[in-house]
């Protein structure tokens, strides 16, 4: 599934420099999910390297992990015109390109970054303030995970005091990894359709439905032939 070329939100399409890929480790057991690229990471190509992305590298020092250690990726994949806040149908266009991020990389922990991923993958409307540093399992596309909103490192940016609130929330990620995966459902085979009739019925069988009459139960029966 390509995303380099996508088209499918012409505005973004039309203003983006490129389309900014998720980034990590492959093989990771933690997967961030922010809001949008903004204007650094429109220019590198990669997410959360601007001033929010240091933020959460140091955060992620602080419990002894490093960025090399986690996936990290966005609810968009190109940057809103200005940096403003996704569309509604933005999100919907990009929605199946982040399930298939998390099909591949098969996380332990999905972290959501701020209100537009945790309501996003919560598929509900209440906000991060109510939920941040409240883990549940949750499934994901196919996958069950523990899902795990905290706060977007760019609130404490703004308003000083939610970085320790972000540090309280990092501190329990270890303890979460610890349990491992939730309990996957179980892959249950799609039924197996019956084998589509090759060849009408023998001549005995064609001319018993024949003998039934032009009307009714013979017609219908001379239509399926068909």
Do not use: W
């Not at 590298?57 to 250690?69: F, H, K, S, T, Y």
Request: aromatic content about 6%; some cysteine; overall charge negative.
């Amino acid at each position: 599934m390509l995303t380099r070329g996508c088209v499918r939100c012409s505005e973004l399409a039309a203003t983006r420099k490129t389309v900014v890929f998720g980034a990590g480790n492959a093989d990771a057991d933690v997967m961030f999910v922010g809001e949008a690229p903004g204007a650094s990471e429109d220019e590198q190509g990669v997410p959360f390297v601007g001033r929010a992305g240091k933020l959460l590298d140091q955060l992620l020092g602080e419990i002894g992990m490093e960025r090399a250690d986690v996936f990290i990726c966005n609810t968009l994949e190109c940057r809103p015109p200005g940096n403003r806040d996704p569309l509604p149908i933005e999100i919907e266009n990009c929605h199946e390109y982040l399930l298939r991020q998390v099909e591949l990389i098969q996380p332990t922990v999905i972290c959501t970054l701020g209100n537009f991923s945790t309501k996003l993958l919560r598929g509900d409307p209440t906000g991060i303030t109510r939920l941040h540093g409240q883990p549940e399992v949750r499934m994901i596309g196919s996958r069950a995970v523990r899902l795990y909103p905290i706060y977007h490192p760019a609130a404490a940016l703004y308003t000083p005091r939610m970085l320790e609130t972000l540090r309280e929330d990092f501190a329990r990620l270890p303890e979460l990894l610890a349990l491992g995966a939730p309990e996957q459902p179980e892959y249950v085979e799609p039924p197996e359709l019956p084998p589509a009739p090759d060849q009408a019925p023998p001549a005995p069988e064609l001319e018993r439905q024949r003998g039934q009459g032009e009307s009714g139960p013979a017609e219908v029966d001379q239509l399926g032939l068909f």
